[in-house]
């Protein structure tokens, strides 16, 4: 992670080459200073600046732009200097903002060759200042450190190269001055000319590949004769003019070129409709991270925008409600037309309201509505509903993802919008199927309602046994009574369990008493810091302990390891999957509370009593169930039993 | 361009080229009380924290403020508890973004308040403004100074309330006394 700097702060460097970008709203120019051991800048040639913009080691930009990218190859800077000092400043040019208050707050941003960000820093608090030192690097022993300074000069830049301690500072910065106003004036669009066409791919050719050239003999970085810098003879005009090759890279887009007097940043005007959503639009790291990231954008965007909509139509049903009263109890409208009339009105208003709601929710609705088009389909595998093609192209992963799919979610209002229901892997709570909805509508009858309930727990389990690497996730079952078989079938036919399901008393003690006891090893090796001092034998995937029936054939003691596992047993790689209808356990009364309480509860039929984070909705859980007569789940299985026979 | 607004001052939020303001952003900031040398962690730091209050037909329907830092509706945004305060040279220490494009339908008004939760008075706060920005180009729209505001340790900066299909602030600046933007809702009621 890049750490993001304040004031005064200082990072460590781990790298010597690296690449510095400033930005910010207006353009600038930017410039360094070296200096020695005692903070001195020994002079004009100890300055990199347009008007000499390398020095070994660095090179900045030749011209003001709003955006600045310095190279710098700490390994090239000669011994005797001790502190790199990056500066900014603004030009002088007719129309163009003479304080950085005027701007948003300047942004730098370290990062190494590969465009990964080392350290960020935000210039913020800046008002009057024309120039300011935005960072320093410095020599601490044989390493280099980077460290936020953001010390700003009212006076400009002939104060800020005073401060450094050059005494011809006023003389530098005219001089810089003067090559900025050059480059400004060589930037002029100009119709392109075969000149402007060489030095289009001069530029292009040498562009990218600055990390190779940077290191050879030649570069950029060579020694400059001393006193060149500073009063360079002025460079003959015209673009052409740019040395060829092996010259100082310029950094600015060819097309992007900085008017002679740029005027005060216009932002584009937003464009008209909401744009079109891309899948992976959000934060994150891989295009996993993002997708989950997005994925929750839009439930809480659905969350925020129902929430709107919800409280507009009960203040409009609370207002009606007031106004009725009031109209009813003003004796004068009681009878005759008046009263009509008012009624009338309110309701009126009413409608009104609700419509502008509703109008305002089908405009989100839409938009969210077309993003989950694009998102769904983008999904891989561990997010994405049985359906999606993702499932078919199915490949055995070689990393967990960072998490899983566990259903959909919905709100009356947000038919037939359904978002995906993702939760973090490894799974902090164990989950809880219950075959016990209370049922008054549905036709769904009782032994219907089970056999879905473990069906959705193999969809879940095989969901899970797909997306982690081979060998990482097993799964066990415990059917007391063997009444699952037939829904057990995808499991137990390709061989994805490693042990058939444990029946019976005896097969219930067995499978937890061999899971308590790896949740004991496995917490004690964690706590005694001796993970590989766990026996050979020991298994060490995660696992997932599918109890179907629950409690049937268990013993008081199995209620205990239960409970045992689902406290302890997340922090280990010990995962529950229960298949149950609370009812049944009734006669334990209270002792099961906190199990129920621990456990995540999904229901095989849509049900809404999963509540959102941000406002508390009422969402509608809807399990993922492979679609009927698909064997999509029995392909995938097959291909990770392949693999995890492959691996052994 | 930046208004300096003055007390009742109004600006409509309708842009020159006749496009709304879709998003803004209520900054407030200010400076921090000076370090103390010796025992340093007994500086009396100055705390002012920025509220965002919704209301529909004058009843309050929603709030944003540091233990509610986004409103139910998602369309009202804080962006964080600033305990101590800033640099006091212009940054903001505590925004409070509004999409108006979410805000319900219902609410009509949105009033930004500003209070001292340490209960020192304006006098004794140093470049103390309040802001109001055009999100998307991060453009001042209004500015506001709140220093030298007197005895007061708190204040109702602005309303953002419906004007036809758009929206208008208005500059309020009515100081108030309160901790927390509860002790000032009697206060803001008037205003509306």
């Known amino acids: 992670m890049a750490a993001e700097l304040v004031r005064g702060q200082n990072h460590p460097l781990a790298r010597n080459r690296i690449e510095i970008r400033i930005s910010a709203d207006a353009p600038f120019v930017a410039g360094a200073t070296l200096a020695d051991e005692s903070g001195r800048v020994r002079g004009a040639?100890?300055?990199?600046?347009?008007?000499?913009?390398?020095?070994?080691?660095?090179?900045?930009?030749?011209?003001?732009?709003?955006?600045?990218?310095?190279?710098?190859?700490?390994?090239?800077?000669?011994?005797?200097?001790?502190?790199?000092?990056?500066?900014?400043?603004?030009?002088?040019?007719?129309?163009?903002?003479?304080?950085?208050?005027?701007?948003?707050?300047?942004?730098?941003?370290?990062?190494?060759?590969?465009?990964?960000?080392?350290?960020?820093?935000?210039?913020?608090?800046?008002?009057?200042?024309?120039?300011?030192?935005?960072?320093?690097?410095?020599?601490?022993?044989?390493?280099?450190?980077?460290?936020?300074?953001?010390?700003?000069?009212?006076?400009?830049?002939?104060?800020?190269?005073?401060?450094?301690?050059?005494?011809?500072?006023?003389?530098?910065?005219?001089?810089?001055?003067?090559?900025?106003?050059?480059?400004?004036?060589?930037?002029?669009?100009?119709?392109?000319?075969?000149?402007?066409?060489?030095?289009?791919?001069?530029?292009?050719?040498?562009?990218?590949?600055?990390?190779?050239?940077?290191?050879?003999?030649?570069?950029?970085?060579?020694?400059?004769?001393?006193?060149?810098?500073?009063?360079?003879?002025?460079?003959?005009?015209?673009?052409?003019?740019?040395?060829?090759?092996?010259?100082?890279?310029?950094?600015?887009?060819?097309?992007?070129?900085?008017?002679?007097?740029?005027?005060?940043?216009?932002?584009?005007?937003?464009?008209?409709?909401?744009?079109?959503?891309?899948?992976?639009?959000?934060?994150?790291?891989?295009?996993?991270?993002?997708?989950?990231n997005q994925v929750w954008g839009m439930f809480e965007d659905l969350a925020r925008s129902t929430a709107a909509y919800r409280s507009a139509v009960d203040f409009a049903d609370s207002r009606l409600e007031k106004e009725l009263d009031q109209v009813l109890s003003d004796p004068r409208s009681r009878l005759g037309s008046a009263g009509d009339a008012a009624r009338e009105a309110a309701r009126a208003r009413q409608a009104q309201l609700v419509d502008q709601a509703q109008a305002v929710l089908d405009r989100d609705l839409a938009q969210l509505a077309a993003e989950s088009e694009v998102v769904e389909p983008a999904l891989p595998p561990a997010y994405a509903r049985w359906d999606n093609p993702a499932w078919h192209g199915y490949r055995v992963p070689t990393e967990p993802p960072m998490a899983v799919r566990l259903g959909d979610l919905h709100l009356p209002e947000s038919d037939p919008l359904r978002i995906p229901m993702l939760v973090r892997l490894p799974l902090e709570r164990g989950l809880w199927i219950d075959s016990g909805v209370p049922d008054e509508s549905r036709s769904v009858e009782a032994g219907e309602l089970r056999h879905l309930a473990l069906q959705t727990a193999v969809a879940l389990a095989a969901r899970l046994l797909a997306v982690h690497p081979a060998g990482e996730f097993g799964v066990r079952v415990i059917d007391p009574a063997g009444a699952g078989a037939s829904a057990l079938a995808p499991l137990t036919e390709t061989g994805a369990l490693d042990t058939p399901p444990a029946t019976g008393a005896a097969g219930v003690a067995g499978t937890l008493g061999s899971l308590t006891e790896r949740v004991d090893l496995v917490q004690m090796a964690v706590r005694g810091g001796a993970s590989d001092a766990l026996p050979s034998g020991l298994d060490t995937s995660r696992q997932l302990l599918i109890v179907h029936d629950f409690p049937h054939g268990f013993d008081d003691r199995a209620v205990t390891q239960l409970r045992y596992l689902a406290d302890e047993g997340p922090d280990v790689g010990v995962h529950l999957l229960l298949v149950a209808d609370r009812e049944d356990a009734a006669a334990y009364g209270p002792l099961l509370d906190p199990l129920w309480r621990s456990l995540m509860r999904l229901t095989p039929v849509p049900d809404d009593h999963l509540a959102d984070p941000w406002v508390g909705h009422a969402w509608t859980y809807e399990p993922c169930l492979v679609p009927p007569g698909s064997h999509v789940l029995q392909g995938v299985l097959t291909q990770v039993v392949a693999a995890r026979t492959k691996r052994t | 361009m930046t208004v300096n607004m003055t007390k009742g001052q109004a600006i409509s939020l309708e842009k020159k080229d006749g496009g709304s303001l879709s998003a803004v952003r209520m900054g407030l900031g200010w400076k921090a009380a000076p370090r103390r040398g010796l025992f340093g962690s007994r500086t009396r730091e100055i705390d002012l924290d920025a509220s965002a209050v919704l209301f529909a037909d004058k009843q309050p329907v929603d709030v944003v403020f540091f233990r509610h830092l986004v409103s139910d509706d998602g369309s009202v945004r804080h962006t964080g508890d600033n305990l101590v305060g800033g640099a006091g040279q212009g940054g903001d220490d505590e925004a409070i973004l509004v999409d108006l494009a979410r805000v319900p339908v219902h609410v009509d008004q949105i009033v930004f308040t500003v209070n001292s939760f340490t209960g020192q008075t304006f006098q004794e706060v140093q470049n103390a403004f309040c802001r109001l920005v055009d999100e998307t180009t991060g453009q001042e729209l209004a500015r506001y100074t709140l220093d030298g505001g007197g005895e007061y340790t708190a204040q109702i900066m602005a309303k953002v309330h419906r004007s036809g299909s758009g929206w208008t602030m208005t500059a309020l600046g009515v100081p108030a006394r309160g901790r927390t933007f509860q002790d000032l809702v009697p206060a803001i009621l008037p205003n509306l």
């Open chain 1, 45 to 292: 040639d100890g300055v990199a600046h347009p008007g000499a913009p390398t020095l070994p080691g660095i090179e900045v930009s030749r011209q003001a732009a709003a955006e600045h990218r310095l190279a710098v190859d700490l390994d090239a800077m000669p011994e005797t200097v001790h502190r790199v000092s990056v500066l900014i400043a603004l030009p002088a040019t007719p129309g163009g903002p003479t304080r950085f208050g005027a701007l948003a707050a300047p942004r730098a941003a370290v990062t190494g060759l590969d465009g990964t960000e080392v350290a960020g820093y935000t210039l913020t608090g800046l008002d009057a200042e024309s120039a300011v030192v935005v960072l320093e690097l410095y020599r601490r022993h044989t390493a280099w450190k980077i460290r936020a300074v953001g010390q700003g000069y009212a006076a400009g830049l002939p104060a800020l190269l005073d401060d450094q301690g050059l005494p011809q500072a006023a003389e530098l910065a005219r001089g810089i001055e003067e090559a900025v106003a050059r480059g400004l004036a060589r930037s002029v669009p100009a119709p392109t000319t075969d000149a402007d066409r060489s030095r289009r791919t001069a530029a292009s050719a040498h562009g990218p590949d600055l990390p190779g050239t940077a290191t050879a003999a030649g570069s950029p970085y060579d020694v400059q004769t001393p006193g060149d810098s500073a009063v360079r003879p002025a460079p003959p005009e015209g673009p052409a003019a740019a040395p060829p090759t092996g010259g100082p890279v310029d950094y600015t887009h060819p097309k992007r070129r900085q008017p002679p007097s740029p005027p005060a940043p216009e932002a584009p005007a937003p464009a008209d409709g909401p744009v079109p959503p891309v899948a992976g639009d959000a934060v994150g790291w891989s295009m996993d991270e993002r997708l989950y």
